[in-house]
């Protein structure tokens, strides 16, 4: 008989993730690719590559998407299960250290902290209206200091004498680190500055309120920069762990809750081949003009979305 | 003859019925015309010319005049109370006046709300209303909000287990065009006999095990669904009973400062302003009841609010209840708040898992045997 698999699906702001796995939730395909504003594409892109990696006779059962793209990629993909970053962050990291109490989560455009107690969730907080602290904000700063994003955990590490930044708005902190860098500061010394004020941030504003157990996980493309785990670590008095596939624990547990749905159907890695747009429009049913979204499997319309009263269903 | 008037008000969930219903009484010959109802032209225009961080409700409030005074409107009202919304009024009629705009404006706040002065008011704009007519024309509005809130509160838990989709909603509906043509309290009495029973009798199925969530939060944001986007729907459509205490008649009729600080245990020692010490208060009846979990929702800014949270992250911890904080604002996004939410009920049905009856999740871990001391009606 052919070997079954599951899929599972994270299409965030900045980067798109995807892992196959087996009933013993082992990890047969990865990657991890920029989404560039393209979901679609980038998921294609994906496909295809999780297709390279895998045996002909692999029969993939069921699909889950998670991530901010996820009911685009849903219906793109057939998945069974569409599912939020939370849910799906929380299965996954919990497949992998049961014993888990925090995940603490700093990702492109937002950070969520999630508390866990035996193995259920307990509480969460997302960032609330704006993206500071983010990965969005350290890849700004990196340019302006002319560091490459990959360098600036390792070279903060170097620091000697860390500068202090305004770390409540990335604003405020922005422009402290023109002043500090204005002033003669070594860039290490401000990078380490900006580790800690995206740490800061962290704990003052999705941390705020929250009691912060250990173990701690940390996930998220952030926590591939060592200079903001040292960070945190300091900050919170107690060690933070980042696993080596800290960023696709999303995906991870996507393919856990789609195996775990029991919902089968047979995926076609063909679906990276095919064509698939979206249209958009503006209803003008009322004033209200929902924006209606479209979208199209080989111009065939696959799914419509947007809507809020029965004035819109007549344009399908 | 004194130029017609044609008199318009802020909206407000549904109470935009009784209260047209109210001013066509005091009003005849006049035109009442309630804005037309809320869209996202109505937000846009009104945080156009609304100070960028004040409240979403002052947006939505300057929207709604804002649209109203394109249709025709001449004479404005308003209120205000509490918070910043105590001064919602002037700063509103300075606005429109910046704006070229040629109308009344009636603000009944602060000394301006004795019901003396009120009566005053509306008489010299032309009222033929004698003060026992007015009198009785108040208390029928009073009591057809009651009769509005009570059914709608029933609504609110039931309506997610309804058999038949729509049935509900229609009736609501109903409901709603029948209190429009009210016009004395027999009327009223044989509209509350059949919609009372009407509802009591709407087809149910309720399974054994269902989830409830509570509501709290600042006042405006509660109850006009288009400020929340109809989260009470969402959550009904997930299957969950909803049960918020927050309406005209419980800020008429049931608040009550000092009650609210008492029933809020240790976990307030002050007022945190307008209705910060009842969204603990009523936090504190839904963990006491065992609820599942709470949704604390608020305008972005809201100051009481946003005094009462710690005191809500205390009694979450301490309960083992969640609570759930959202903030709206004009750019708040429809697809974050879905996020959070989905991730809310998915954690609740989880955590209910987690003992074997369900229903005592919530109890058992109090650090104080309070019976919360409030006449918030039984859910």
Redesign the interface.
Known sequence: MDQVAYLGIDTGSISTKGVVIDQGRQILALDYLWTRANPIAAVKELLNSLEDQLDQDITILSVGTTGSARKLIGAMTGAQVVKNEITAHAVGTLSQYPEVRTIVEIGGQDSKIILIEDGIVTDYAMNSLCAAGTGAFLSSQAERLGVDLEDIGILALQAENPVKLAARCTVFAESDLIHKAQSGHKKEDLLAGLCSAVAGNYLNNVGKGKKIDPPVIFQGGVSKNIGVTKALEEALGHPVQVDANSHLMGALGAAILAMNSEKEEDFKFEIGRLDFDTKSKECGGCPNNCELVGFYKNGDLLDLWGNRCPNGTIQR | MKKKLQISFPHLGNYYIPIERLLKAIFPGHTILPP?PI????LELGSRYSPDFVCAPFKFNLGNYLEALEKGANLLLQTGTGCRFGYYGELQEQILRDLGWDFQFICFSRQEARPWLVYQTLHRLGSPLNPAQFLYQLGLTLAAIRLLDQLEYFLRYNIGFQTEPGSGERLHQELLMALKKVDSFGQLHQIKSHFTKAFYNLPLKRPEKYYRVGLVGDLYTLMEPFSNFYLEKELANKGIAVSRIMNISFLLFGKNTKKSLLSSADYLKYNPGANGADSVAQSHFYAAKGFDGVIHIKS?GCVPELNA??SL?SL??DW?M?IL?L?F?S??SE??I???L??FT??IE??R??TEDGRQSGLGFAPQNIEAKTNYPNP
């Not at chain 2, 869209?39 to 109505?42: E, G, M, W």
């Open positions: 037309p869209t996202v032209r109505t972005f949270t710690p992250q979450s911890r083992k969640p904080h903030s604002d750019h708040t697809a974050g879905q996020t959070r989905e991730a998915d954690m989880l955590r898992q987690r």
